[in-house]
T-cell receptor
């Protein structure tokens, strides 16, 4: 069984300040983990993925995430927020032997970026 | 460009009517999926298919039906049996391999009027 918990439903930051979106997971296997971003009324776009290689994963648009097995966490960070980062972000877990049908989504974190 | 196309973007349905949402992909992916998205609930899997002429129920299949007659196409029918059909519907596809990610369409917003 697997699950994912996004610890904040809403995060607000000022433009130019760091972003931290928190995600904890539970999995019976060594998991694969993803972060997706969704802009209003749009589909989901993959930001980055962890698949048991380097624990620090770099993604698009300056985002990165660190896999910490001891803490069962996969938090998403960005050094400096931009207005265009305002969107909803989903943390996703899957088992390594599964197909995408085994994706389990968190409930999402809405990121607000203010001037 | 390769991708997943969902149509229409917005759809209105009267209560008691069936409606079909279209999903087409030209990524040559074997697997296709339908998700439903409601505010504050993330994405929930409705149906998925890993091969033509075969599909499996996801977590919330009741009131929905699908077909997979072609590799490129995976239409979803929302039937009158679905008690609360108003939602944002997302189609996705992927290759069949460990650790693979899914690629998503732009979604269809269905509203029952």
């Amino acid at each position: 069984a697997q699950s994912v918990t996004q610890l904040d439903s809403h995060v607000s930051v000022s433009e130019g300040t760091p972003v931290l979106l928190r995600c904890n997971y539970s999995s019976s296997y060594s998991p694969s983990l993803f972060w997706y971003v969704q802009h209003p009324n749009k589909g989901l776009q993959l930001l980055l993925k962890y698949t048991s290689a380097a624990t620090l994963v770099k993604g698009i648009n300056g985002f990165e995430a660190e896999f910490k097995k001891s803490e069962t966490s996969f938090h998403l960070t960005k050094p400096s927020a931009h207005m265009s980062d305002a969107a909803e972000y989903f943390c996703v877990v899957t088992a390594p032997t599964g197909t995408a049908s085994k994706l389990t989504f968190g409930t999402g974190t809405r990121l607000q970026v203010t001037l | 460009d390769g991708g997943i196309t969902q149509s229409p973007k917005y759809l209105f349905r009267k209560e008691g009517q069936n409606v079909t949402l279209s999903c087409e992909q030209n990524l040559n992916h074997d697997a296709m999926y339908w998700y439903r998205q409601d505010p504050g609930q993330g994405l929930r899997l409705i149906y998925y298919s890993q091969i033509v002429n075969d599909f499996q129920k996801g977590d919330i299949a009741e009131g929905y039906s699908v077909s997979r007659e072609k590799k490129e196409s995976f239409p979803l029918t929302v039937t009158s049996a679905q008690k609360n059909p108003t939602a944002f519907y997302l189609c996705a596809s992927s290759i069949l391999r460990d650790t693979t990610e899914a690629f998503f369409g732009q979604g269809t917003r269905l509203t029952v009027v």
